[in-house]
């Protein structure tokens, strides 16, 4: 894929969703050493690289965790490889890999399918402010 930034790791995550916005937030704010960059999965961008690692949009709505060329992540898989780059006590939360992925993906699915009902939802995707958006591609 062309026009990707070169040595990061991209974010995909549910542009309109409250929750994921606020994530996309915290990991900003944690990323000491400009590690991630962020698209939308409703984004064009978004949609490339889902395409191009062959994930189907229609069945998924996770965060995913591209490395361009490396590998990808999706669901809790993707949270705790995030946050092993971030910085301070949430990177210690990688510890949890050591659960099974089917019963950490349940967790993540069960908060996934309420969060629109308990964090809420935009009408449309969250735009970064003018000094934040050199961290999102499109």
């Not at 490395?67 to 210690?92: N, R, T």
Request: contains cysteine; glycine residues 6%.
């Amino acid at each position: 894929m062309q026009n990707l930034p070169q040595g990061k790791k991209i974010i995909l995550f549910d542009g309109v969703c409250n929750l994921c916005n606020s994530f996309v937030q915290y990991v900003i704010e944690r990323d000491k050493k400009d590690t991630f960059r962020f698209a939308s999965l409703q984004s064009e961008i978004g949609e490339e690289i889902l395409n191009h690692i062959g994930i189907d949009r229609s069945k998924t709505d996770s965060i995913i965790l591209y490395e361009p060329g490396i590998a990808y992540y999706y669901k809790s898989s993707a949270a705790l490889e995030i946050a092993k780059s971030l910085s301070g006590f949430v990177s210690w939360s990688f510890g949890f890999k050591i659960l099974p992925t089917a019963f950490r993906d349940w967790v993540y699915d069960y908060v996934a399918k309420n969060r629109y009902k308990w964090f809420g939802k935009q009408e449309s995707c969250w735009l970064p402010t003018p000094e934040l958006k050199g961290k999102f591609i499109d």
